[in-house]
């Protein structure tokens, strides 16, 4: 069993920069993909990137493409998905999901994670 932690959320203005972590509970997530999803009210959950089982390969919805970048860090087993020139339209719940899949790339499909955090909420004004 994997448990993920997300912070670093908050309430920022548009142009901001901020920076989410999913802190993972056991280095087995260090073998997984992790992924990073969100979901604004009234929408349904969508896929904002992920990065690929050794780390090597990640992958980003277009609408987040050149603003935002994911790392791992699996010394401290951690995940991180750096924003920047957040727009109003980012505002969501940001949570951070473990996939045991075993491929070589990064899956976009929420069906394919078995391991998801309770979420942390980033809100852009305009």
């Known amino acids: 069993q994997v448990q993920l932690v997300e912070s670093g959320g908050g309430l920022v203005q548009a142009g901001d920069s901020l920076r989410l972590s999913c802190a993972a509970s056991?280095?087995?997530?260090?073998?997984?993909?992790v992924a990073w999803f969100r979901q604004a009210p009234g929408k349904e959950r969508e896929f904002v990137g992920g990065i690929s089982r050794n780390g090597g390969g990640t992958s980003y919805a277009d609408s987040v493409k050149g603003r935002f970048t994911i790392s791992r860090d699996n010394a401290k087993n951690t995940v991180d998905l750096q924003m920047n020139n957040l727009k109003p339209e980012d505002t969501a719940v940001y949570s951070c999901a473990a996939s045991r899949l075993l491929i070589a790339g990064v899956p976009s499909y929420a069906l394919h994670y078995s391991y998801w955090g309770q979420g942390t909420q980033v809100t852009v004004s305009s």
């Open positions: 056991t280095r087995t997530v260090g073998t997984y993909a």
